[in-house]
């Protein structure tokens, strides 16, 4: 029975010296899948850190900066970052890639960040020139009307809307929609009572609303819906 039990621990011993050593870390370039033993030689790729979010909005027509990204080895040493910012065009609405590359003797980490170019309240703003199928005199539309940023970040006011009145009204934007709630405009003997909707094109140069509105100045006033398009 003695014997047994010796033969028994030294397989028992045996078996654990046979264990076939190498790098068990599945995120190590040299990871082996048959090794039951790490030997403490893994080796790794840099890991990227980006700073900021991983999605980032930028308004149409303006300058992109990148907050840009990090890279350190395993042991904590700083690499250096490469950054490719070609895909990235805020002159057409669309989302884009910026691809950030560390290198070190082990190999090539990459890491990217998506890039959004939005239609924001910043491109409705500015003095168009509009066009429009409105009854001149049941709705009549001033030839020069002023956008302007509103109380919050996504409201508009269209200031100077008729002809000898002016007149404000006031918007909501949510990229390339607006929305006019109803809303009334005195015009000295009656008013307009109005509502909205419109849109705003891909390249942030024209937006055409659809307004729907009733005029209760005797006589000349009356109810209908016309399509107005402004030109920035």
Known sequence: MKNLILLSALFSIGLISCKKKGCTDPTAVNYSSEAQKDDETCNYKPTITLTG???????LGTTYTDPGATAINKDGTVVTVTTDLSQVNT?????????YTATNTHGTSTKTRTVNVVISQQNWL?????????????FP???????AAGASNTSITISNMFTLVGGSINGTVDGVTLTIPQQTVGITLGDIILS????MNSNGTVFTVT????NTTPVVGGSGTCTVTYTL
Not at 196 to 199: D, F, N, P, S
Request: aromatic fraction near 6%; hydrophobic fraction near 30%.
């Open 91 to 99: 002159a057409s609405v669309g989302s884009f890639t910026v691809t």
């Open 141 to 147: 539309l001033s030839g020069s009307p002023a956008v």
């Open 211 to 214: 307004y729907t509105y009733s």
């Open 196 to 199: 909205g909707i419109g849109t």
């Open 126 to 138: 500015g003095s168009p020139t509009q066009t429009n199928t409105c009854n001149a005199t049941q």
């Open 53 to 59: 979010a991983a999605t980032m909005n930028v308004t």
